[in-house]
């Protein structure tokens, strides 16, 4: 299931009046445009990566909760096949949704990086911590600078707040386990 974009800009409006909040002063927290504000929560445009996790600070709350309806239960199962999964995020990931984490203090998914990945991709930081397993195929990270390629059976861990990317150098698609905490 991939969201379009107006199920997002609905999402960042009910969370934005959730907390009380006018389009003018989430665009100040933001650094955006109040304008971009508005076009995003009419689903006019789909805002970039570095606007949603910009987005998922100011309004605290992790950037996959963009993309999630309210999930009230204490234990929740995904099963196979019902996962939902976001595409436009960034153009060669997928991100497969693996568990809620609207109102939770983590965030679970499968993380699929087509080859081509690259350099050209914009660095992300943000609150929390991330950790991953290799499932398939390879990984470069980039965090902090610093390039450290992951294989089948590797894991990485590191700080969210440090600028990271990840690439495929590869001609396979890269498949990981992923998992992200949120600390605002």
């Known amino acids: 299931m991939e969201f379009p ?17 006018t389009s003018e002063e ?13 076009q995003i929560e009419r689903g006019q445009v789909s805002p970039s990566l570095e606007t949603l996790w910009k987005l998922s600070h100011s309004l605290k709350v992790p950037v996959f909760s963009f993309f999630e309806t309210e999930v009230s239960n204490a234990v929740t199962i995904t099963r196979a096949g019902e996962t939902n999964s976001i ?43 991330e950790c991953g397993l290799m499932l398939v195929g390879s990984l470069s990270v980039e965090v902090e600078g610093e390039i450290h390629t992951i294989y089948e059976g590797d894991s990485i861990y590191f700080d969210s707040t440090l600028p990271h990317r990840f690439m495929n150098v590869s001609d396979e698609d890269a498949v990981a386990v992923w998992a992200m905490t949120h600390s605002f």
């Not at 997002?8 to 909040?21: A, C, F, T």
């Not at 998914?109 to 992300?124: C, N, Q, T």
């Open 5 to 21: 974009k107006e199920e997002v800009g609905k999402r960042i409006r009910y969370l934005r009046r959730l907390q009380g909040l």
């Open 26 to 38: 989430l665009a100040r927290l933001a650094g955006v445009s109040q304008s971009m504000i508005s």
């Open 87 to 129: 595409k436009r995020v960034r153009p060669n990931v997928s991100y497969q949704l693996l568990s809620p984490s609207t109102g939770k203090q983590m965030s679970f998914f499968k993380m699929i990086v087509a080859p081509g990945e690259d350099l050209d991709s914009p660095l992300m930081y943000h609150a929390g911590e």
